[in-house]
């Protein structure tokens, strides 16, 4: 372990009670519980993740976010002083084809657990749960409590995140560490998301006689050329961290046949917001632009859409978590990386804006080689390092 020398007796005692046993014995029965989003199957997890924190000795509540989904809430008490939130979610993506070996199967492999979730982000919520355990058979005295908060619909919309922060107050933390997989590099920013839908209307005609119609998909393709040409002005921008903000088209439904002037053509559109951006602006810049277009010269009529937005975040270099964190991969164990960006987007945002905590993010498996691809797969190791550098980070920022 990496500079065991400037690890306290009292930190050594924690990190004796986190085992590779424990870890993979908590993450293969998470990975083992489904949780696909959409359609929304959370329900299995929770009740792995409830069971899992209720026999180690933690306060747990769950709150219902929609029938059969409920976000979790697992407490390690403290004093009466700030504490410290860690944030994960229960939902995974879907399957998908390709797989080798049984999606929610849990096989451990050469050192590596398979499954979908192993690593975004069964894995990190098992390291949290044992590194919870840990601090509370240690009976470590801290001066606030420590959370773990895995919330439901991460993957999709964000519905459990919203309910977590509209059902208290959450400003009281020393700081948030979202165990969403970062390959143990310790993240200060990331770019937010939003989804942009742009509807454009027309009038259907016999294909026969075009004229008589108003194409909606002639339309939307010039909706789709200028949101091109916007992205590649937005790389002109790009933030030191995390890089440009970017448009990716993803989805194009229009039409009822062959031999019918299309009345009617739907865009889906992501776009990546920088830390400091709002949905709000870029839903107003979105609408000029479209506006711009004239499409209502050629009777075409167009509506645009903000359906989902999840900001993003920044947080000091020099803030005393970032610090910390940093520390802490290194005393576990853990590689000595950068600083870094982080160009996917979380839930972290959320608790930065709505609640004004720090954010970083930290957490074992890779999202670039891992996340949402079949056979996916955490190596077991990384998960001991982060339950260690989490329990570190606790005792750190909430003791003395």
């Given amino acids: 372990m990496a500079d065991r020398e400037a690890i306290t007796e009292a930190e050594h005692a924690v990190l004796d009670l986190i085992t590779l046993d424990e870890i993979r014995e908590v993450a293969v029965d998470l990975v083992r519980a489904v949780g696909q989003n959409p359609p929304g199957e959370e329900g299995p997890t929770v009740d792995v993740l ?3 924190c209720e026999a180690r000795g933690l306060a747990v509540t769950t709150t219902e976010v929609e029938p059969g989904r409920s976000n979790v809430s697992a407490v390690l008490t403290g004093g009466s002083g700030p504490g410290l939130l860690l944030l994960g979610h229960t939902d995974v993506v879907p399957v998908g084809d390709n797989w080798t070996v049984p999606p929610f199967g849990g096989q451990v492999r050469d050192g590596r657990l398979f499954g979908r979730g192993s690593a975004d982000m069964k894995g990190g919520l098992a390291a949290c749960v044992v590194a919870l355990s840990a601090l509370r058979r240690a009976g ?4 606030g409590p ?3 908060a895995a919330v439901v619909d991460e993957e999709e919309t964000g519905k459990g995140i919203r309910a977590y922060l509209a059902d208290g107050d959450r400003s009281g933390f020393a700081g948030c560490v979202v165990a969403e997989p970062t390959d143990l590099q310790t993240i200060i920013a990331a770019r937010g998301d939003s989804y942009v839908e742009i509807a454009v209307t027309g009038r259907a005609a016999h294909s026969g006689k075009p004229s008589d119609g108003l194409n909606a998909i002639y339309g939307a393709a010039a909706v789709v050329t200028e949101l091109e040409r916007w992205h590649g002005e937005l790389s002109d921008v790009r933030h030191p961290l995390v890089g440009a903000a970017t448009w990716s088209v993803g989805q194009i439904a229009g039409g009822t046949g062959t031999s019918t ?5 739907l865009i889906t559109a992501d776009r990546r917001l920088l830390p400091d951006e709002k ?3 870029v839903l107003a810049e979105t609408t000029g632009r479209i506006e711009a277009l004239r499409l209502e010269e050629r009777g075409l009529g167009v509506a645009v859409t903000m359906t989902m937005q999840m900001p993003g975040f920044e947080t000091a270099p020099d803030h005393r978590l970032v610090a910390t964190a940093k520390r802490a991969v290194g005393d576990a164990g853990g590689p000595d990386l950068p600083l870094a960006g982080w160009t ?4 972290g945002g959320f608790i930065a804006r709505d609640a004004g905590v720090p954010v970083i993010v930290l957490g074992p498996g890779s999202v670039a080689e891992q996340a ?17 550098a989490y329990a570190l980070c ?3 920022l909430l003791t003395g």
Avoid: I
């Fill in 279 to 281: 949905g709000e602006t």
């Fill in 394 to 396: 606790a005792m750190r």
């Fill in 261 to 265: 002037v299309p009345a009617e053509c």
């Fill in 50 to 52: 409830v069971a899992a």
């Fill in 140 to 143: 470590v005295a801290l001066t």
């Fill in 146 to 148: 420590v959370e773990l």
């Fill in 372 to 388: 949402h691809r079949a056979d996916e797969s955490v190596s077991l190791e990384e998960l001991v390092v982060a339950a260690r």
């Fill in 344 to 347: 996917a987007a979380c839930d």
